[in-house]
C-alpha cells in the first residue's frame, strides 16, 4: 500500500475515458503515474519496507514469467498495463500495487518526489522509443511529438549518442520547449513548413538514420517512416486511436526496419540513477499543478489544450 505524494494526469487516461482501450474496467479509478510512501507491505515483499520513498513503474509484472525474464514486461502472463485500467490507480489518496518488489523502486535521496514522477511511464517510454531507434554515436534522430514522451524521447535519443535531434510539432510553444530546454537542435512545424525540405537539408539529402513517433496523430505513422533513410529504423511508440497502413509497395526499397511498443518500462532504476546523477531531468515537463480535489479540471485542461499544458501535477 502507498500513500500517493504527487501523480499526474497521462494521455493514455484520456484513451480510457475516451473508450479507445478495450481491455479497461468500466468506472475504474485512473492513474497509473505516481510516487509516493510505502505504508505496508504484504509478507511476500523483501525489497521494500514502510517509510520507503518509491517510484511506481506504469507496468505491473512478476518478474518470473518468460516474457519478464526476457525483458518484455508489458507482456508479462500475470500483469501488464492494469494501474488504472483494470485495478483502481493512483488519483487517490492510497493505492495498492501488485508485484511491489518488481513495480516499485526506491526513489534515491538526492531526488525529490517530482525528480522521480516521471520514471515510471512517460520518460520509460521516451527511453524505450530511443532504445527501439538502435541509435549510433552521431547519428541524426528525428522525434515526431514534442509532448512529454517525445521530449523525454529527445534527450534520451542524446544520452544514447545522438548527434542531433529535430522534433517535429504542430504546436509551436512546445517546440520552442524542446529548444529552450535543450532537448532538441532542430525543430520543424508541419503545419507552417516544408517538412521534407528541411529533413532532406539537416540530414545531408538522406533522411533520419531513425526516426521516433511519439505523435500518434491521423498521418504522422507515415510521416515517419517517409522521413526516415534507406536502412533505417522507425521506432513507434505512439498510442493510436485508429489503424494505420503499411503501405509496402511504396516504401520497397527502403529497407526500413520497424519496431512498435507497448512501453517495456523495466529501466526504471537506471532512470532513476540518470536523474541523480543529471544527465536526464525532467522538471521543465510541469506546467499546471493541483490538489487532487480539482481533479476534473486537471483532466479538462490536459485534454482541451486550449493552454499550454504539458503535464498537470496532482498534489494531496
Known amino acids: 500500500m502507498v500513500k500517493v505524494i504527487r501523480s499526474t494526469i497521462c494521455t493514455s487516461d484520456l484513451h480510457i475515458k475516451n473508450g479507445f482501450v478495450p481491455r479497461a474496467v468500466s468506472d475504474i479509478v485512473l492513474g497509473h503515474e505516481f510516487v509516493g510512501e510505502v505504508v505496508e507491505c504484504g509478507r511476500e515483499v523483501t525489497n521494500?519496507?514502510?517509510?520507503?520513498?518509491?517510484?511506481?513503474?506504469c507496468e505491473t509484472f512478476c518478474g518470473e514469467c518468460?516474457?519478464?525474464?526476457?525483458?518484455?514486461?508489458?507482456?508479462?502472463?500475470?500483469?501488464?498495463?492494469?494501474?488504472?485500467?483494470?485495478?483502481?490507480?493512483?488519483?487517490?489518496e492510497y493505492v495498492r500495487v501488485p508485484f511491489a518488489d518488481t513495480g516499485l523502486s526506491v526513489i534515491p535521496d538526492c531526488l525529490s518526489y517530482?525528480?522521480?514522477?516521471?520514471?515510471?511511464?512517460?520518460?520509460?517510454?521516451?527511453?524505450?522509443?530511443?532504445?527501439?531507434?538502435?541509435?549510433?554515436?552521431?547519428?541524426?534522430?528525428?522525434?515526431i511529438g514534442a509532448g512529454p514522451v517525445g521530449l523525454c524521447a529527445s534527450?534520451?535519443?542524446?544520452?544514447?549518442?545522438?548527434?542531433?535531434?529535430?522534433?517535429l510539432d504542430v504546436d509551436s510553444w512546445r517546440l520552442q520547449t524542446a529548444l529552450r530546454e535543450g532537448?532538441?537542435?532542430?525543430?520543424?512545424?508541419?503545419?507552417?513548413?516544408?517538412?521534407?525540405?528541411?529533413i532532406q537539408e539537416w540530414t545531408h539529402g538522406r533522411g533520419a538514420d531513425a526516426v521516433i513517433e511519439a505523435a500518434g496523430g491521423a498521418d504522422t505513422f507515415e510521416m515517419a517512416w517517409t522521413m526516415a533513410r534507406p536502412n533505417a529504423v522507425v521506432s513507434v511508440i505512439a498510442m493510436y486511436e485508429e489503424d494505420q497502413v503499411l503501405p509496402l509497395p511504396r516504401?520497397?526499397?527502403?529497407?526500413l526496419q520497424f519496431k512498435t511498443g507497448g512501453v517495456d518500462a523495466r529501466h526504471v532504476p537506471e532512470l532513476l540513477t540518470l536523474l541523480a546523477q543529471g544527465k536526464?531531468?525532467?522538471?521543465?515537463?510541469?506546467?499546471?499543478?493541483?490538489?487532487l480535489q480539482n481533479i476534473e479540471e486537471g483532466y479538462r485542461i490536459f485534454e482541451e489544450k486550449r493552454e499550454p499544458c504539458?503535464?498537470?501535477v496532482v498534489t494531496p
Not at 534527450?155 to 522534433?167: D, E, R, Y
Request: hydrophobic share 40%; proline share 3%.
Open 66 to 92: 518468460w516474457f519478464c525474464k526476457m525483458g518484455f514486461i508489458n507482456n508479462c502472463q500475470v500483469g501488464g498495463w492494469e494501474l488504472g485500467c483494470r485495478i483502481d490507480g493512483c488519483q487517490a
Open 114 to 143: 517530482e525528480d522521480a514522477l516521471f520514471a515510471g511511464d512517460i520518460l520509460s517510454s521516451g527511453y524505450f522509443g530511443a532504445e527501439l531507434a538502435d541509435i549510433r554515436p552521431g547519428d541524426t534522430i528525428a522525434v
Open 280 to 291: 536526464l531531468r525532467t522538471d521543465f515537463l510541469v506546467t499546471h499543478r493541483g490538489p
Open 183 to 198: 532537448v532538441a537542435d532542430q525543430t520543424i512545424n508541419p503545419s507552417l513548413e516544408d517538412w521534407k525540405a528541411a
Open 155 to 167: 534527450q534520451c535519443a542524446k544520452v544514447l549518442g545522438a548527434g542531433q535531434v529535430i522534433c
Open 310 to 312: 504539458l503535464k498537470w
Open 251 to 255: 516504401m520497397y526499397g527502403k529497407n
Open 48 to 57: 521494500l519496507k514502510p517509510g520507503d520513498r518509491v517510484a511506481a513503474n
